[in-house]
């Protein structure tokens, strides 16, 4: 595998390679001890995802030290930024082969049987032929475990690290929920030859009727009775919850498909960088907005493995999946603010060469490394490469310096 953003480094690979921790943690009430306070669970707080490896792959291509890498993966799998320790690894609970691999998708279970299924196959079939074989029954359930599987996979495809790409596959098959493609319609009378065409139409409904939309919102969330939760795994709660709520229902904002989808993926990225960071800046620190910045870099990691039919299809699902997040949330952001702050970016563009910017990139990349919180260096790790790829945009560099704080929901008390 071609390492393209992370040096050689064995205190890198060897962290990557690591096999001594679950996938997730805070979701299994048998083990105890003063950091893991079972009396205490929040629902909304459960089944988080280990995100120790994306931190090593961040603050790698951001530079860090490797002493400063393992110190940081170090003292997280002992205790995470939200008050709760790493699980240790579970153990095989059966065998997944070729003819049943399809049926626990989304299950929650057998992840270490799915490990061993996908590092078997790769080494039967090669890194390019499992995922073109694979990947086009997993992409859909890419918003499971709040984007996480994916941010694991296609992290692991940056880095070139073999083991975290198998892990990635393993997690989106654990955690899968479908954003319903086969709802998808390609809508003609939509005119918009942009995402921030479709974020400023879709806006604008919102204001027109943002009664009407939070009262759908708001009823769908709540309610969690057999027939409304049918098909939600019995385990999501809080946030994955009502993301999956959306997922299930659809609404015609987000099933009616934009002409953008259907072009060159290659641009469709670039031009959905663009949008979620304006989100991101109308939002500005806020943790779900960030999490479509750093998944959105997963699944251009992902798609670019393959075909191009395969990559519009990453992209429509993308689509669908940050549409679903955000009406989770039972509010959108007003179209008068992504509108200005679509008039002060569109044409902006920095001098690469100025080295005020770039003295203002090395203390963002400084506060990044030092931050307890991983998202955080994340953020400016992707924020940064798209500034440098796309001419110096100034968007980019603006919302790189809005850091998130671990938010207070997910800490235990």
Request: charged fraction near 25%.
């Given at each position: 595998m071609n390492r393209t953003t992370i040096t050689d480094s064995p205190v890198v690979e060897r962290l990557l390679d690591d096999r001594t921790h679950y996938i997730e943690f805070n979701s299994d009430p048998g083990l105890t001890g003063p950091a893991f306070p079972t009396d205490r669970l929040l629902p909304s707080a459960k089944h988080l995802s280990n995100h120790a490896k994306h931190a090593v792959v961040a603050l790698a291509g951001l530079g860090a030290p490797a002493e400063t890498i393992e110190a940081y993966y170090r003292d997280y799998t002992t205790l995470t930024p939200y008050g709760y320790p790493l699980e240790p690894a579970r153990a095989s609970r059966g065998t997944i082969t070729e003819e049943n691999w399809q049926r626990w998708i989304g299950a929650r279970s057998h992840y270490a049987d799915y490990c061993a299924f996908f590092d078997r196959r790769e080494r039967e079939l090669g890194l390019d032929t499992l995922l073109r074989t694979y990947l086009p029954a997993l992409l859909p359930g890419w918003v499971g475990a709040f984007t996480h599987a994916t941010i694991h996979l296609g992290w692991a495809l940056d880095a070139g690290n073999r083991w975290m790409t198998i892990e990635g596959l393993a997690y989106l098959a654990f955690s899968a929920v479908s954003c319903h493609p086969e709802r998808a319609t390609p809508a003609a009378d939509l005119r918009d030859q942009h995402p921030v065409d479709s974020l400023l139409r879709i806006a604008g409904e919102w204001e027109r009727d943002r009664d009407g939309l939070r009262t759908w919102a708001e009823t769908l969330i709540a309610d969690t009775s057999p027939a409304a939760s049918a098909g939600i795994h019995p385990e999501l709660a809080g946030l994955q919850y009502r993301i999956?709520?959306?997922?299930?229902?659809?609404?015609?904002?987000?099933?009616?498909?934009?002409?953008?989808?259907?072009?060159?993926?290659?641009?469709?990225?670039?031009?959905?960088?663009?949008?979620?960071?304006?989100?991101?800046?109308?939002?500005?620190?806020?943790?779900?907005?960030?999490?479509?910045?750093?998944?959105?870099?997963?699944?251009?990691?992902?798609?670019?493995?393959?075909?191009?039919?395969?990559?519009?299809?990453?992209?429509?699902?993308y689509w669908r999946g940050i549409l679903c997040v955000l009406f989770s949330r039972a509010e959108f952001p007003a179209r008068t603010e992504l509108a200005a702050l679509h008039a002060r970016y569109a044409g902006s563009f920095d001098d690469g060469t100025d080295p005020a910017h770039a003295a203002e990139w090395e203390r963002t990349i400084a506060r990044a490394i030092g931050q307890i919180e991983e998202h955080n260096p994340k953020l400016v790790y992707v924020l940064r490469r798209v500034w440098h790829r796309t001419g110096h945009h100034t968007i980019y560099r603006a919302a790189a310096g809005h850091f998130t704080p671990t938010p207070e929901a997910l800490k235990s008390a």
């Open positions: 999956a709520r959306v997922l299930g229902e659809g609404h015609p904002l987000i099933d009616r498909t934009p002409p953008w989808t259907e072009e060159d993926p290659g641009a469709a990225w670039d031009r959905l960088y663009y949008a979620v960071t304006l989100l991101y800046l109308a939002m500005p620190g806020d943790f779900i907005a960030l999490h479509l910045i750093t998944s959105l870099h997963a699944m251009e990691q992902i798609a670019g493995r393959l075909p191009a039919d395969r990559q519009r299809e990453a992209v429509r699902s």
